[in-house]
């Protein structure tokens, strides 16, 4: 019955949407091929599965104490799936260094090898999921404040190594899967209080980063991601947007964007047609900021949405990729995984439904107010209908349903966690 009413509403806003000059059935296959890249560090609040001792550190916060976390490798994977489950189209897998498969044994950052992840790439294959991955260097007796910009020779050259493994790995993952992996660097290097070594601390970054880079590798992709500050060390960031932008751009890398690392003021959408001129692609680590980079579910927030309508009316679509960046600890995570990637997919639809090239050619030709009516026309449009539809076809959960499966999961799985 459900379906019927699905189908119904969604001819009524293919119709809406015809008139606007939009083919629903063309977007619909356009959505179709929009891969989230799923972040593992939901599941688990960041704490991933080395043999260590202490809470967390380098700038890296998880609030929150909900029951259910997954505690081990096995209950990740199974809570990563059941997300999956609820979320419709397909989409690829984000694993931080510190997620190895490490079966008890003590392996130190810069020992890391392709060795520890072939569980995974094993896993991601009978799961028919992508891979991605990120360097890890934070929460390690030797992160401190300074990591790849420490005037410390041997701190350094301990970061430099997990670096270059960590690029080994991606490169071996995306060898094995057949497309490449995208491998994300971000290092939370700053100071606390005023400092005057600016310079040398940002030289340092640079010589560490050419080093990492020098070493040619045809399945990964290499992003760096800058920052406005790191929770400890909130006067000076080494790796500032400027730094990343500048290097992205000279030395041909991707530059990442995450929502959550600008001051409140700047609009993170408005940086996509800025930088798009100068460097080849851009990675995107979506969050949501409350007052800081607090990493909240996404959800249909205005910069979320402007985000996704500047990618689209850029014409970015297949230059952007597109991965997630919250860890809310306190609610049920896998209803987190959900809403943020279904609101995530919804900002992209809403995009994709925009009848863009007419708005544009009104704009040039100086018709100001058609371009704002058309514009708050759309956001009265039957697009969730649409969306409706997106799910049945995937058969995933339409609306609110999902609710009731996470309910059954926690009934089932989860609160037999201690």
């Known amino acids: 019955m459900k379906?019927?009413?699905?189908?119904?509403?969604?001819?009524?806003?293919?119709?809406?949407?015809?008139?606007?000059?939009?083919?629903?059935?063309?977007?619909?296959?356009?959505?179709?091929?929009?891969?989230?890249?799923?972040?593992?560090?939901?599941?688990?609040?960041?704490?991933?599965?080395?043999?260590?001792?202490?809470?967390?550190?380098?700038?890296?916060?998880?609030?929150?104490?909900?029951?259910?976390?997954?505690?081990?490798?096995?209950?990740?994977?199974?809570?990563?799936?059941?997300?999956?489950?609820?979320?419709?189209?397909?989409?690829?897998?984000?694993?931080?260094?510190?997620?190895?498969?490490?079966?008890?044994?003590?392996?130190?950052?810069?020992?890391?090898?392709?060795?520890?992840?072939?569980?995974?790439?094993d896993w991601a294959k009978e799961n028919q999921t992508l891979l991605d991955f990120n360097s890890s260097s934070f929460s390690h007796p030797k992160s401190g404040s300074l990591s790849l910009a420490n005037p410390d020779e041997g701190i350094r050259r301990f970061w430099i190594e997990h670096t270059k493994r960590c690029r080994d790995i991606a490169n071996a993952m995306g060898e094995a899967q057949g497309d490449p992996c995208i491998m994300n660097l971000w290092v939370h290097d700053g100071c606390k209080d005023v400092s005057v070594n600016h310079a040398l601390y940002r030289n340092l970054l640079k010589q560490s980063l050419d080093e990492i880079f020098e070493k040619e590798q045809p399945m990964m992709k290499d992003c760096i991601e800058g920052k406005v500050f790191g929770i400890g060390l909130e006067s000076f960031t080494v790796g500032s947007h400027d730094f990343y932008t500048a290097y992205a751009a000279k030395y041909d890398k991707i530059l990442t964007i995450d929502t959550g690392h600008y001051h409140p003021t700047e609009m993170p959408g408005d940086k996509v047609s800025a930088v798009l001129p100068f460097v080849k692609e851009l990675m995107l680590h979506v969050s949501r900021p409350v007052r800081w980079d607090s990493d909240h579910v996404t959800i249909m927030d205005d910069p979320t949405q402007d985000l996704f309508f500047e990618i689209v009316r850029a014409d970015a679509l297949d230059r952007v990729h597109y991965g997630l960046d919250f860890f809310d600890g306190s609610i049920n995570r896998i209803g987190a995984y959900v809403i943020g990637s279904r609101s995530a997919q919804k900002c992209m639809l809403r995009a994709l439904l925009e009848p863009r090239e007419a708005i544009s050619k009104l704009e040039l030709a100086g018709e100001g107010y058609k371009v704002l009516a058309l514009i708050e026309e759309q956001k009265a449009m039957p697009w969730q209908a649409v969306y409706d539809e997106f799910c049945v076809r995937n058969n995933v959960p339409v609306g609110a349903d999902f609710i009731k499966e996470i309910d059954q999961y926690v009934a089932d799985v989860t609160s037999k966690r201690n």
């Open 3 to 121: 379906e019927e009413l699905v189908k119904k509403a969604y001819e009524v806003a293919k119709s809406r949407y015809a008139e606007m000059g939009v083919d629903t059935e063309a977007v619909l296959k356009q959505l179709q091929e929009f891969h989230l890249s799923l972040h593992c560090w939901q599941a688990d609040d960041v704490h991933g599965f080395e043999v260590r001792a202490g809470a967390m550190s380098g700038g890296i916060q998880s609030t929150g104490d909900f029951p259910g976390a997954a505690r081990n490798i096995d209950e990740l994977r199974m809570d990563i799936l059941k997300a999956k489950s609820l979320i419709p189209g397909s989409h690829r897998l984000n694993l931080h260094e510190i997620y190895g498969d490490f079966k008890g044994k003590v392996v130190d950052r810069d020992e890391v090898t392709v060795e520890y992840f072939q569980s995974w790439i």
